[in-house]
């Protein structure tokens, strides 16, 4: 069964830093690109972060450059992302994909997770 599973949100005060975590089962993770997504009620879902299998190359929505680094650990099948500086902005559900490349073009993605909660307090 393929399945992407997120972890790591939670409740966290501004200022504050968050891992989430992708982990990957069910096929080839490294043939992936794989693309973080938030959405916040009320607000379109926004692509912030990709990180390619084909040259590692890393990429981030304005939003979130400089704050938010994305990372992948092949042999646990997992991609990261690690928040840092926290706004109450980011408050959103965060979800993983993988597509064959980076994107934010969410209909172009084959698997997704079913997101996890990140809030963050003022």
């Known amino acids: 069964e393929v399945q992407l599973v997120e972890s790591g949100g939670g409740l966290v005060q501004a200022g504050g830093s968050l891992r989430l975590s992708c982990a990957a089962s069910?096929?080839?993770?490294?043939?992936?690109?794989i693309v973080w997504f938030r959405q916040a009620p009320g607000k379109e879902r926004e692509g912030i972060s990709c990180i390619s299998s084909s040259d590692g190359s890393k990429h981030y929505a304005e939003s979130v450059k400089g704050r938010f680094t994305t990372s992948s650990d092949n042999a646990k099948n997992t991609v990261y992302l690690e928040m840092n500086s926290l706004k109450p902005e980011d408050t959103a559900v965060y979800s993983c994909?993988?597509?064959?490349?980076?994107?934010?073009?969410?209909?172009?993605?084959?698997?997704w997770g079913k997101g996890t909660l990140v809030t963050v307090s003022s």
């Open positions: 994909a993988a597509g064959d490349f980076c994107t934010w073009y969410f209909y172009g993605m084959n698997y």
């Open positions: 069910g096929f080839t993770f490294d043939d992936y690109a």
